[in-house]
């Protein structure tokens, strides 16, 4: 055991949970252990071990490890035994699952501690019976299956073999439930990964995987009826919908997903219901409904915890919806809530991705040389060389050529254009994406100097208009490219 553990437990405390640690350490008079208390309570990050050791012996060796240990695990025990002494009062703020699941331990502790006194008082039977009936409620089956099998045998004596042929019946069916929720859990957690490593080229293998997990989870709903498995049911038909751009669809699903979650304990939490305005908040982002979008985004983030993954998750998206509706000031605002929340949890492409939105920004209120500082600083982001490195770098030339700076610009559509080159052997570019490249191409043939309208850039600007190579939200595109070309090239403003 790490003074670390200890550390990360002192961090989730209240200020109220500490002052009581603090005050139960000092009544049992043990310097040591509230030293050591008090001394990770003023750091503000995990310090060494030679921190520590500093702290407690002035010197950056214990007398004896064993010792030290002592100290480390008895500081665990304390702060548990607190944690356990505070559950009640906690409990308010937990999803009702959470403390249903709570309450059940803490009558099966009870329960075996009678069972264990080797008494025969009809309270155990009260509790069990209370156990296995919330148990059933919220779906927590290997409880459930355990209480089942212990009720069998004690009734089965007392009624007789149809009775213990009836919990045989029940057992089973239970054990299937389990089993179909765990099979459930598996193809969404299956469905995560691969969703994360699926490029748009992949559709149609993406495509087969998740029918054929529609399949299964149609079939496993069928034999459980569990609202679990039809919470990841419906969270499979919502990525078909995704994957098809049945936009339309996809937001009927989530309503549909919505009222689930409402009706059903098993699997009401409030992260979820949080998830759920986000697809929500996606839908209509991708029917063009940007007003509607933001009203699910705000209604999502007064589901997650301030500062949390989710949370902030919510804000990027809201973010780029603003972008989209052309509400610059509102959009720095939540990038500034954004960088407060993100201090120091940002991976490094996540921090790359917040320059791009800054670069974009300045971009949109017209401070181009701003913008192109913001693009030089990235790193992470290049490694995703068809999505965001293959937008910073379009957008990187367009802003040079802006800058009046065109034999960068120029250099900067010769590196592209070799880089595609070399990719393309292993990846594939968006059409769309290809299309801008050319356009790109042909305006650097003439110098980016274009006083009437190219037929060739025409056609291609054409292009983008189909339906399939029409522009979409939630990608590295987060300007339009139309919309970035009429900045300079206004005589394609109405092709």
């Not at 200890?6 to 350490?25: F, G, P």
Request: net charge positive; proline share 2%.
């Amino acid at each position: 055991m790490q003074h670390k553990e200890i550390y990360e437990l002192l961090a989730i405390l209240t200020d109220c949970e500490r002052n009581n640690l603090v005050l139960i350490i000092k009544s049992n008079r043990a310097k040591m252990l509230n030293d050591l208390v008090v001394f990770l309570l003023s750091q503000n990050e995990l310090p060494t071990k030679e921190q520590v050791l500093k702290a407690l012996y002035k010197k950056e060796k214990p007398n004896s490890e064993s010792a030290y240990q002592r100290i480390i695990t008895r500081a665990v025990s304390d702060i548990l035994e607190l944690l356990n002494y505070f559950i009640k009062k906690e409990t308010k703020e937990f999803d009702e699952i959470d403390i249903a699941k709570i309450e059940i331990h803490q009558k099966s502790a009870l329960l075996q501690f009678l069972v264990a006194k080797k008494s025969k008082i009809t309270l155990i039977g009260t509790l069990r019976d209370e156990i296995i009936a919330s148990a059933t409620e919220f779906e927590f089956y290997p409880i459930l299956i355990e209480q089942l099998y212990l009720k069998k045998f004690h009734s089965s004596l007392l009624e007789g073999e149809t009775a213990y042929f009836e919990f045989e019946k029940e057992i089973a069916h239970f054990e299937s439930c389990l089993y179909s929720i765990r099979k459930a859990n598996e193809l969404f957690n299956i469905l995560k990964m691969k969703s994360l490593k699926t490029s748009v080229h992949d559709k149609k293998t993406f495509g087969k995987l998740l029918r054929k997990h529609l399949n299964i989870l149609i079939s496993e709903y069928k034999i459980s009826k569990s609202p679990t498995v039809q919470y990841f049911l419906f969270q499979h038909q919502l990525s078909l919908c995704y994957l098809d751009k049945k936009y339309v669809g996809a937001k009927r699903k989530c309503l549909q997903l919505k009222k689930i979650v409402e009706e059903n304990k098993s699997i009401n939490r409030i992260d979820r219901a949080g998830i759920i305005y986000d697809n929500l908040a996606k839908c209509d982002a991708y029917l063009l409904n940007y007003s509607q979008a933001i009203i699910w985004s705000k209604n999502a983030q007064l589901c997650f915890k301030a500062g949390s993954r989710n949370y902030w998750v919510s804000l990027d998206q809201e973010l780029l919806i603003n972008i989209y509706q052309r509400n610059i000031p509102k959009a720095e605002q939540i990038l500034v809530e954004i960088y407060k929340y993100q201090k120091n949890d940002k991976s490094v492409l996540e921090r790359d991705t917040l320059l791009f939105y800054n670069a974009i920004l300045c971009l949109e209120k017209g401070h181009y040389s701003k913008a192109l500082s913001f693009l030089e600083e990235r790193n992470e982001i290049t490694k995703d060389a068809i999505g965001w490195d293959f937008w910073t770098r379009i957008i990187t030339i367009y802003l040079n050529v802006l800058l009046g700076k065109d034999d960068v610009a120029l250099k900067g559509v010769v590196s592209i254009k070799k880089q595609m080159q070399r990719i393309s052997v292993n990846k594939e570019f968006r059409e769309r994406d290809i299309l801008v490249f050319k356009i790109i191409l042909e305006l650097s043939k003439n110098g980016f100097l274009v006083h009437q309208q190219i037929p060739k850039i025409k056609a291609l600007l054409l292009q983008l208009k189909e339906p399939e190579n029409v522009w979409e939200p939630f990608t590295a595109e987060v300007i339009p490219f139309e919309n970035l070309l009429n900045i300079k090239f206004k005589k394609y403003k109405n092709v």
